[in-house]
């Protein structure tokens, strides 16, 4: 009994000596990188409340002006219509893909998420160049009708319509996954009792899609309200482009850390607000059983529809860019447009983005370990700042980058250095989300048993964990490549001199209205960030969903197997 008072006492004194964190069970090469990576994507939120409290009355004589309440009200109005009609648009374009026979049912399910491999930028100066005032379309029929002049697409109509086109897969793709999994023993109870088509849709269906629509509503709107490039070229009075413009042009630093703060808080707000939303409901079944794939239902004499639906959507966002991008590439090289410095942006955009991807994924693996390994509140005390920085606007970071680098990392200012930490803070959580869902896959008994054969933590992390999570490493890794290609406040603000990307290569050409400038690298950059989105998406939808029951039809076969988003 002595001896095991003493052992007790023994490991008690231990545990005393040990780090805070390490009696939680965390070791320090997990916990340390973790904290330092929290630590630094809390960087921009810090600096903008010290920035914004240094700017004393001058802060204040910015944000109690009027125009403020202005932006205020331009901003909630542009993300909510933008929300709301790429739900609409969603909507029925997922169920189409999922849950009906459409023919090539599997193509369309890509090409109707390729619209997120066009910039906002890219979807707004061929929106411009084609149904502009003095656009393509004006020009096609004014010797037809006489028209010689189309109403004005810039201010809040063009953006409204530019950041839906190009907004709305983020909807379509988490409603797709929850609609090609609901049971439809449910539907078929409430039709059973008496309910139409509609009222199940209605009264059933449409409470379970509630937490898909609202993870599609939030990053749907998170990136509304962040968007630079479509609101700057279309001339709408956004946050972001006032922002941008007071920092630019009015050399104002405090008034623009002060509209910066303003615009984190709104999107805080809407962060706060997408949580109540959801509230403490649930969704998944409370009766044992097993559930079935629901039917796949029978278009009939609508199938013409559905595919005039799906192709319409499809020429509206990827064939009108293209066709414009085309007509211009064209012109351009009929006037001898040298192409050196493009394919010198695309080696940058490129060699960048693949960075950051690396950087990224190498950087999530101590988070995401911490986060399912070792689950508790220094978990959360360490996640909640990469979400903060996540939802902060990349104008707001690039912004307050830039004045922490003059500042205190003068050495790395206006370096590539700089560059990579402001993707690393914007697209970390891309990345973590990725590797985590992959790592609560992996049972932790497999890497026990490799412990137990005498292999060392480092080579069992190499030699069996790192391989089970691959498909999260690609799968985040792409991510991440696909959103700093696309990328703009943070390129323009943080980017070394004279290191164009594809992306600043597209915004000063279309500043200054010279289209044809802006073809080649917008047509570069659709292609560098689609072929790779174009193939995971690829891989990622089921063989074929020939073998679900088809509403009406006799045959009963096995659904293929295969992850479905």
């Known amino acids: 009994m002595a001896i095991g008072i003493g052992k007790a006492q023994a490991r008690t004194k231990q545990a005393r000596r040990r780090p805070w964190y390490g009696r939680l069970g965390a070791p320090t090469l997990i916990v340390a990188p973790a904290g330092s990576l929290a630590a630094l994507s809390l960087i921009p939120l810090v600096y903008l409340v010290v920035r914004a409290l240094g700017g004393g009355e001058q802060t204040l004589a910015t944000l109690w002006r009027g125009r403020t309440l202005d932006l205020i009200q331009n901003t ?50 061929t929106v411009v160049a084609a149904f502009g005032p003095r656009g393509a379309l004006q020009r096609l029929l004014q010797p037809l009708f006489g028209v010689e002049r189309l109403p004005e697409i810039y201010g809040f109509t063009g953006a409204w319509l530019v950041l839906t086109l190009y907004t709305y897969p983020y909807m379509y793709l988490s409603l797709r996954g929850v609609i090609g999994s609901l049971d439809p023993a449910l539907e078929e109870a409430a039709r059973s009792l008496g309910h139409g088509p509609w009222s199940t849709f209605l009264r059933i269906t449409l409470p379970q899609l509630r937490p898909a629509m609202a993870s599609g509503a939030l990053l749907t709107a998170l990136y509304v309200v962040s968007d630079f490039g479509a609101v700057s070229l279309l001339n709408y009075d956004a946050f972001t482009r006032v922002i941008y413009n007071q920092y630019r042009l009015a050399f104002d630093r405090s008034g623009a850390a002060g509209l910066a703060l303003v615009l984190a808080t709104l999107t805080l707000v809407i962060v706060g607000v997408d949580r109540a939303w959801r509230g403490p409901h649930r969704y998944h079944r409370s009766s044992s059983g ?33 066709a414009v991008i085309g007509y211009w590439v064209v012109q351009a090289l009929q006037s001898g447009n040298p192409l050196a410095l493009t394919w010198r942006a695309a080696w940058h955009s490129t060699s960048v983005s693949l960075l950051a991807a690396a950087l990224s994924v190498a950087a999530a693996f101590p988070i995401a370990v911490l986060l399912v390994r070792y689950s508790g509140w220094v978990g959360r005390l360490v996640e909640f700042p990469l979400w903060v920085s996540y939802a902060l606007p990349g104008i707001v970071t690039a912004l307050a980058l830039v004045s922490f680098g003059a500042r205190y990392l003068s050495p790395l200012y206006q370096t590539l250095a700089m560059l990579l930490l402001a993707y690393l803070i914007r697209f970390l959580p891309e990345a973590v989300g990725s590797v985590r869902a992959s790592l609560l896959q992996v049972s932790p008994h497999v890497e026990e048993a490799a412990r137990s ?34 990328e703009l406040p943070a390129t323009l603000l943080l980017s070394p001199i004279g290191y164009e990307t594809l992306a600043t290569e597209v915004w000063n050409a279309t500043r200054e209205l010279f289209w044809s400038h802006a073809a080649l690298p917008a047509f570069l950059l659709f292609l560098v960030a689609a072929l790779p989105m174009a193939i995971l998406l690829w891989r990622q939808q089921p063989t074929e969903w020939a073998g679900t029951p088809v509403s009406g039809g006799g045959e009963r076969q096995t659904r293929a197997t295969g992850s479905n988003w």
């Open 453 to 486: 054969l005498g292999h060392s933590p480092l080579r069992v992390w190499l030699r069996v964990t790192a391989p089970l999570l691959w498909p999260g490493i690609t799968s985040g890794g792409a991510l991440v490549f696909l959103t700093t290609m696309k």
């Open 76 to 125: 909630l109005v542009l993300t909510a219509a933008v929300t709301g009609c790429s739900a609409v648009l969603s909507l029925p374009l997922a169920w189409l893909t999922t849950r009906t026979d459409l023919p090539a049912r599997r193509l369309w399910s890509v090409v109707a998420a390729m619209p997120l491999a066009v910039p906002s930028y890219v979807g707004a100066f």
């Open 290 to 322: 097993a559930s079935r794939p629901p039917r796949r239902v029978r278009l009939g004499r609508w199938t013409p529809v559905g595919l005039a639906y799906c192709g319409g959507l499809a020429l509206l966002t990827l064939g009108t860019p293209l």
